[in-house]
């Protein structure tokens, strides 16, 4: 059943149920050495499947339901399928109040990756799962356009004396460093070809989130490279008036004009990639996120999600 979270569209399945994760994977083509993130209801739930330390608890309590999942040590009762074998499973409240009824619905925390075909863009409302996994899947729960936009951030806490960011998201490291106490190591090096059972959890692939579209990044692009491509190439670059906003290959992550508003850019990235990725396209050139701590860690998510998706 496809399912509305904050961050984005996910592939629901009974999280306790080896035949039902089972189906997850046929559906996205989704390669078994792939850890799913199981939601639950809160802290009590979370404690069904995973086991709960004093930092984790500290961190549940101050920064869920929110897009945090945490990686820590499985119970017994977790398939595994689940946790693609590994003795650690992820975890996280989701805010989104479809999504809340849904688990309580169910009674049980439920397994969902993001609603798309395995590695393609990820889904940020109903339709996009339609268009993806409509013939694959008998439900699809519509809860409007995804708030955040980008997938949530994830902590190993495996080992609560040696923390790691696995995938940056909408909370930061430093949020999570001031709840926590202590330092948090930075983002390790994606997993590669072949380095699969190195995985800890989802979205730690090279490449991920990728349009079929060959996408090329820059930190700034200028007037003068719009003005010497080709027709069929095309820009996506920050609010303003300087880089001809009459050009059908010119396109906006944010319709600001000082300073880029993040937040927005991050709810319409995947479905502005989607956009240009069904036009005849011959190659997508975008500007990447600038840092501003006014939005937390969504710069280094949104980069983060454009350099898997641009990756070769």
């Known amino acids: 059943m496809g399912v509305p979270t904050e961050t984005v569209y ?114 940020t409302c109903a339709e996009h799962v339609q268009s993806g996994l409509g013939k694959k899947i008998r439900f699809i729960v519509d809860g409007g356009p995804c708030e955040i936009g980008v997938e949530s951030t994830i902590v190993d806490l495996r080992d609560e004396a040696r923390p790691q960011l696995l995938r940056p998201g909408k909370i930061g490291r430093k949020e999570i460093e001031r709840v926590l106490g202590r330092k948090v190591a930075a983002t390790g090096k994606p997993a590669g070809k072949g380095q699969e059972k190195e995985m800890l959890a989802p979205g730690m692939m090279a490449r991920h989130y ?56 991050a709810r319409g990235l995947f479905a502005l990639l989607r956009e240009l990725d069904r036009g005849s396209w011959k190659c997508i050139h975008a500007e990447l996120a600038p840092p501003d701590s006014r939005f937390g860690g969504l710069a280094e998510a949104i980069n983060d999600r454009l350099r898997r998706a641009a990756a070769r």
Not at 231 to 256: C, H, I, L, Q, Y
Request: aromatic share 4%; proline share 8%.
């Open 10 to 123: 996910g592939l629901a399945a009974d999280a306790l149920s080896a035949r039902a994760c089972r189906k997850i994977f046929q559906a996205k083509g989704r390669p078994s050495s792939d850890p799913l993130i199981v939601h639950v209801s809160g802290i009590e739930q979370a404690e069904v499947v995973a086991e709960v330390g004093a930092g984790a608890r500290r961190i549940m309590e101050a920064l869920w339901p929110g897009p945090l999942t945490l990686v820590l040590p499985k119970k017994k009762g977790v398939p595994a399928i689940v946790t693609a074998g590994r003795e650690s499973v992820a975890v996280r409240m989701p805010e989104h109040a479809v999504m809340q009824a849904v688990i309580a619905a169910a009674g049980r925390p439920l397994a969902a990756p993001s609603a798309n075909v395995f590695g393609y863009i990820s889904p």
């Open 210 to 265: 990728s349009p079929r579209t060959p996408l090329v990044l820059k930190n700034k692009i200028s007037a003068r490279q719009i003005s010497k491509a080709g027709a069929d190439e095309a820009f996506v670059v920050f609010g303003g008036n300087s880089r001809g906003p009459t050009k059908k290959n010119v396109f906006r992550w944010t319709n600001g004009r000082k300073a880029p508003d993040l937040a927005q850019m």
